[in-house]
């Protein structure tokens, strides 16, 4: 991809996808949603699951499967709140680069 992923557009990717389960999902899976949209290592994706936790945008659990803990995170109603920001800030944005690359509107 040619243009870069800030830690903000990142953080909103990640806020959706966890968003979309309910009950809440796990990192793995996470991963995977993600690079839908983007090409992100797990290495790259844990950091900001730790970092949208600190900012109680997540909650962790764990869940036993197989004989194995797996980790489980899910958004809080300060998440939802942030990523309901996040989506009105990338419409305007996103919006307003269609427009210039497009040529409707001239800088």
Same mark, same amino acid.
């Given at each position: 991809?040619?243009?870069? /992923?800030?830690?903000?557009l990142?953080?909103?990717? /990640?806020?959706?996808v966890? &968003? +979309?389960?309910?009950?809440? !999902?796990?990192?793995y899976?996470? %991963?995977?949603?993600?690079?839908?949209?983007?090409?992100? &290592?797990?290495? %790259?994706l844990?950091p900001?699951? $730790?970092?949208?936790?600190?900012?109680? #945008?997540?909650? /962790?659990?764990? /869940?036993?499967?197989g004989?194995?803990? $797996?980790?489980?995170?899910?958004?809080t +109603?300060?998440? &939802?709140g +942030?990523?309901?920001? #996040?989506? !009105?800030?990338?419409s305007d944005?996103?919006?307003k680069?269609s427009k210039?690359? &497009?040529?409707?509107?001239?800088?």
């Amino acid at each position: 991809m040619a243009f870069g /992923v800030g830690a903000a557009l990142l953080d909103a990717i /990640v806020l959706a996808v966890v &968003s +979309k389960e309910e009950e809440g !999902t796990y990192g793995y899976k996470i %991963t995977q949603d993600v690079r839908r949209a983007i090409e992100i &290592s797990e290495s %790259t994706l844990y950091p900001v699951l $730790r970092r949208l936790q600190k900012y109680q #945008y997540l909650i /962790v659990y764990d /869940v036993e499967c197989g004989g194995r803990n $797996r980790r489980y995170y899910k958004i809080t +109603k300060a998440g &939802s709140g +942030k990523l309901e920001e #996040y989506k !009105t800030e990338w419409s305007d944005y996103s919006s307003k680069i269609s427009k210039l690359l &497009s040529g409707e509107e001239r800088a």
